[in-house]
């Protein structure tokens, strides 16, 4: 599809202000719920298997690998504890592939921040404008994870965009993406679904790689009759009018790219939970556990697609069970890392709990692209009383967006949780990165202490 070639391959540009905004928190809140992931089996067992011994690239948990290695590496931590950003237009973690991506290919061809930055919101609104053009709400209700599907070819776009690929070379990165686009939503609750990011980000990294080097790729591998929109968009093949339909839904999201901005995420679990885990916590105080008799969560349609554990038997699984999440925010009154271990899940007065925890998809809230990320969690206690909380939306999310303090408090948290030695100031560095003269420097340790 021409448009998205010519978006990708044009000159640099000034990114929005909104776009710049968006960078500087995407940059901060990814890398920091990577350096939370450190002590992940998925992220040590990754890192076995591929032993990173040098490289070009940092690989941010320590050492250095090639660029594809390092983004894979990177990704795949950066979504290890579900504590990345979410974007409504995706029903996707959109920072989990395209930081490690951008981040990776600039350190590797000595860019600047700058490059990095309008990398990463090209990319965004490449993501965006297919989701746009798939029509999203149905592509991931077919059970793909939108994250890996579309996160390969953001990705792609994204790497290009650092390199300076013209538009015949960008064509060929991106349908060499379009070869790697996969993942489903059945590897929800286990190891793979982050690897998912990690997969995607390192398959847009040696895309574009590839096609600066002049490996080629398929022509029409979006609109053709065996694309990615013919075969991700479900159902019989499109006719040509739809065709037109989707075309011109995708050039107009590249034409004027939606100024929404992330959801960052605060407490470090599906993002389809932590509307009720808001208003779950808020109602703690008011409520005895051993006094509820029942708890019903409302949520909108297609509310619940991303669950898929409703009585966990893993932490890896909790963090995918509403009943478990509404559960803990009940008995303890908040909901953090310790919430989602193995040992949490079978504690004996959440498990107690989070039986009598009922979910639906009945909640009228106002209609969005993708998801609406809204919940209202209702208690009835023993004596027959209710009381009930609405939230239409958590604490973080782009209509109530996390600011700078409050970002780099929860960056300092995970830096901390994880345990990795990094200057002290990196997450400022990070917030910073649109005026650093190179991206080659910025987890180097000189002029500040290391944290754990």
Not at 26 to 36: F, I, N, P, Q
Not at 48 to 75: F, I, K, M, Q
């Amino acid at each position: 599809m021409r448009a998205l070639v010519e978006f990708v391959a044009r000159p640099p540009g000034e990114v929005p202000g909104h776009g710049i905004d968006t960078a500087r928190t995407a940059m901060v809140d990814t890398v920091g719920a990577a350096l939370a992931g450190a002590a992940e089996r998925t992220v040590g067992i990754l890192t076995e298997e591929l032993s990173p011994a040098g490289g070009p690239c940092t690989v941010w948990l320590g050492g250095r690998a090639p660029a594809d290695r390092a983004a894979l590496l990177n990704g795949t931590a950066a979504h290890a504890l579900d504590y990345d950003d979410v974007d409504d237009l995706l029903i996707a973690h959109p920072s989990a592939v395209l930081v490690p991506a951008v981040l990776a290919t600039a350190e590797r061809a000595g860019a600047g921040g700058a490059v990095a930055v309008e990398a990463y919101w090209r990319g965004l609104v490449v993501m965006r404008a297919l989701a746009a053009g798939l029509g999203i709400g149905g592509h991931y209700g077919r059970g793909w994870h939108s994250t890996a599907t579309l996160g390969a070819v953001a990705a792609a776009a994204a790497s290009a965009t650092v390199l300076g690929l013209d538009a015949d070379q960008a064509g060929h990165a991106l349908g060499l993406a379009v070869s790697r686009a996969a993942g489903t939503r059945q590897n929800f609750g286990s190891m793979t679904k982050p690897l998912h990011a990690g997969l995607a980000a390192a398959d847009g990294v040696l895309a574009a790689g590839l096609a600066a080097r002049g490996f080629t790729a398929g022509r029409n591998q979006f609109d053709g009759p065996y694309g990615l929109l013919a075969l991700y968009g479900g159902g019989a093949p499109p006719t040509a009018s739809e065709r037109e339909t989707q075309a011109r839904a995708i050039a107009a999201a590249l034409r004027d790219p939606s100024p929404a901005g992330l959801n960052v995420k605060l407490f470090p679990c599906c993002y389809a939970t932590n509307a009720a885990a808001d208003a779950a916590i808020e109602l703690a105080p008011r409520v005895s556990p051993a006094d509820v008799a029942a708890v019903a969560v409302a949520v909108p349609e297609r509310g619940l697609q991303p669950l898929n554990a409703a009585m966990p038997q893993t932490g890896l699984e909790g963090k995918f069970s509403m009943a478990h999440v509404v559960a803990c925010c009940l008995v303890d009154g908040r909901l953090g890392f310790d919430a989602f271990t193995d040992a949490a899940v079978a504690r004996p007065e959440v498990r107690a709990l989070a039986a009598r925890v009922t979910s639906s998809e009945t909640l009228t809230a106002e209609a969005r692209p993708g998801l609406t990320f809204a919940a209202e969690v209702s208690v009835t206690t023993r004596s027959g009383d209710t009381l009930r909380v609405r939230c239409d939306a958590p604490r973080g999310h782009a209509d109530r967006p996390a600011g700078e303090a409050e970002l780099l408090a929860k960056f300092a948290d995970c830096v901390d949780f994880g345990g990795a030695e990094v200057p002290a100031d990196l997450g400022a560095r990070l917030h910073g990165l649109p005026e650093r003269a190179t991206v080659a420097r910025l987890f180097a340790a000189e002029h500040a202490g290391a944290r754990r």
